[in-house]
T-cell receptor
Framework: GAVVSQHPSWVICKSGTSVKIECRSL??????MFWYRQFPKQSLMLMAT?????????EQGVEKDKFLINHASLTLSTLTVTSAHPEDSSFYIC???????????FGPGTRLTVL | AQSVSQHNHHVILSEAASLELGCNYS??????LFWYVQYPGQHLQLLLK??????LVKGIKGFEAEFIKSKFSFNLRKPSVQWSDTAEYFC????????????FGKGTKLSVKP
């Protein structure tokens, strides 16, 4: 149980284009989903927290107009990187948890490369 | 601000050696602690967690961790490592209960030589 999937697993795009990454909880209802960014040889940095049906809460320094997050259902959250630039290249990881729970379950991550 | 420190960046061990990875957190209130493992090319998996009760927590694959409140520590241990334990290990702390955010340490890469 507690499986989280992400799609795509990797994507290459041209500078200036937008990329959408999906995060799904496969066997539980994720009332809260989190989006992280992981730089090479570094830890996970929380970008934003989204609760189903609400606007996402972004961490300091994360541009909400650049990283659009939608959490329209209890099993799906999407992260759209708008007008991507090479500095946005990174590994994006989502996690999900149920209401009232403290344990997060992580997706496999999406490797984004912006040319 | 809350923070989690993992002092070892890279640990190299031979098979059957004992393992201890350090983790310290800075938060004065009630904190929940986690160890996650990331095998090469795979996603983060939960190894074990501490919420309350017995400070010695046993997890999957023979791992255990001990919560020592006075030292603000939650070190991960395994008595005898295997080559398949080669992975990156992340300690994380959650303050504020189910409403809080996970704060991760920088991770420790473990390489086990066969």
């Amino acid at each position: 149980g507690a499986v989280v999937s992400q799609h795509p697993s990797w994507v290459i795009c041209k500078s200036g284009t937008s990329v959408k990454i999906e995060c799904r909880s496969l066997d539980f209802q994720a009332t809260t989903m989190f989006w992280y960014r992981q730089f090479p040889k570094q830890s996970l940095m929380l970008m934003a927290t989204s609760n189903e049906g609400s606007k996402a809460t972004y961490e300091q320094g994360v541009e909400k107009d650049k990283f659009l997050i939608n959490h329209a259902s209890l099993t799906l959250s999407t992260l759209t990187v708008t007008s991507a630039h090479p500095e946005d290249s990174s590994f994006y990881i989502c996690s999900a948890k149920q209401r009232g729970e403290r344990t997060q379950y992580f997706g496999p991550g999406t490797r984004l490369t912006v040319l | 601000a809350q923070s989690v420190s993992q002092h070892n960046h890279h640990v190299i061990l031979s098979e059957a050696a004992s393992l201890e990875l350090g983790c310290n957190y800075s938060y004065g209130g009630t904190v929940n602690l986690f160890w996650y493992v990331q095998y090469p090319g795979q996603h983060l998996q939960l190894l074990l967690k501490y919420f309350s009760g017995d400070p010695l927590v046993k997890g999957i694959k023979g791992f255990e961790a001990e919560f020592i409140k006075s030292k603000f520590s939650f070190n991960l241990r395994k008595p005898s490592v295997q080559w398949s334990d080669t992975a990156e290990y992340f300690c994380a702390a959650l303050a504020g209960g189910s409403q809080g955010n996970l704060i991760f340490g920088k991770g420790t890469k473990l390489s086990v030589k066969p």
